[in-house]
């Protein structure tokens, strides 16, 4: 299959490219377009053929749901069985925009869009091309990340053409996605709202909309031992083709142990890649050192770490050494998705110096 690639700006939205990709969408077919988070493959949320392609071009395990993308709040009712206070204020404060909620399915919905559960993923992005695209589609486009699975996912156009060109109809161009990382998700079945996923919209934000608000403990602990609570969460996700291996300690021992590790590591012919951060890149030692950002601004190390991620699979490098970003996962904020994402890239493979 040809896969048509076709630049659409946010700020100057190209009505009949839209209308186009709307129709691929209405016909059965697949279409990968920007958000505010990370680029989405998307496919009719309400047609059973076109979830199957998704999870085929993918190569994405079918129990493992998709998120329904909506462009209007009221088209929330059709397809969950109830919208309870909770939902509608978090709409309120976060719609559109990078929040996931969690809901019970009505049976407008089949079970291959939630692969299998009678719950249903639903968010509203906070992109002007996203919004019209699954306007022009008919209303309801499920979609998850753009990548084939296993890969980091993509925060360029280049890198949905890299995994799914040739797999789908149009890849939907809109430059480079701000946030970087996935959406927050947050689950409105059980009675006290559960955070299955953290991201930009972080626990204090929640939790000022709705009080008290608890997270899966399987976020940040290495999930081995518990049951995850929802099918995705059990897939390795995001994990680049070096060996990730995350050091966490005081800066100067980071520092430090980075760079003997490495240097053992080139001395048996490995190619090392390692991710610091503005401040400490001019300290390290190595084939490949990258900056993930600053952590005076932990938004420019959230948008730019799917991007080193892949940059290390292009370069080819064998191993890679990361510094961690624990403690400001545990002060809350955006540090929690980015140290929920690193270590699901690296396994759960953390040591402490
Ligand atoms: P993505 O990883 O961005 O492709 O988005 C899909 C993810 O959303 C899945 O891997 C799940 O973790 C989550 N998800 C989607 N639907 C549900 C659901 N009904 N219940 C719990 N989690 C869900
Ligand atoms: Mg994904």
Redesign the pocket.
């Known amino acids: 299959m040809e896969t048509k690639i076709v630049p659409i700006k946010e700020e100057n939205l190209d009505k009949s490219a839209l209308e186009e990709a709307g129709k691929v969408i209405k016909k059965g077919g697949l279409v990968a377009f920007p958000t505010e988070?990370?680029y989405?493959l998307g496919g009719n949320a309400l047609d059973e053929a076109a979830a199957g392609k998704i999870y085929r071009a993918k190569g994405?395990p079918s129990d493992?749901?998709?998120?329904v993308h909506i462009c209007r709040l009221e088209d929330i009712y059709p397809i969950v069985k109830e919208v309870p206070e909770a939902a509608l204020k978090l709409a309120d404060a976060f719609w559109p925009g990078p929040l996931?909620m969690?809901l019970r399915?009505s049976d407008k919905v089949p079970y291959a869009t939630?692969?299998g559960?009678d719950?249903?993923?639903v968010r509203m992005p906070g992109h002007k091309t996203a919004l019209a695209f699954i306007g022009a589609a008919g209303g309801y486009v499920a979609?998850?990340?753009a990548n084939t699975s296993g890969k980091p996912?993509p925060t360029l156009a280049k890198y949905v053409t890299e995994d799914l060109g040739g797999r789908i109809d149009m890849i939907i161009d809109g430059g480079r996605i701000a946030i970087g990382l996935?959406?927050t998700?947050v689950?409105l079945t059980e009675t006290v709202p559960v955070i299955?996923?953290p991201g930009y919209i972080t626990k204090e934000m929640l939790e000022k909309v709705l009080g008290y608000v608890e997270t899966d403990k399987t976020i940040l602990d290495d999930d081995a031992g518990q049951a995850p609570?929802?099918?995705?969460?059990k897939?390795k996700?995001y994990a680049p083709k070096g060996e990730l291996t995350i050091i966490s300690g005081s800066r100067e021992n980071v520092i430090e142990a980075i760079n003997q590790k490495s240097r053992e590591m080139e001395e048996k012919g490995k190619k090392v890649g390692i991710i610091g951060t503005d401040d400490t890149i001019a300290f390290y030692r190595a084939d490949v050192v990258k900056s993930a950002g600053s952590r005076e601004k932990e938004d420019t190390i959230a948008s730019a770490l799917y991007r080193i991620l892949r940059e290390f699979d292009d370069e080819g490098v064998d191993v890679i050494y990361s510094e961690s970003f624990e403690e400001s996962a545990k002060a809350g904020g955006i540090g929690q998705a980015i140290m929920n994402r690193l270590l699901k890239a690296a396994g759960h493979h953390m040591e402490r110096v």
Do not use: F, Q
Not at 64 to 67: A, G, M, T, Y
Not at 229 to 233: D, I, L, N, Q, V
């Open positions: 988070t990370v989405g994405r493992n749901p998709l998120i996931t969690i399915k939630t692969g559960l719950t249903v993923a979609a998850p990340s996912s996935e959406s998700i689950d299955l996923r609570k929802a099918p995705g969460m897939y996700h």
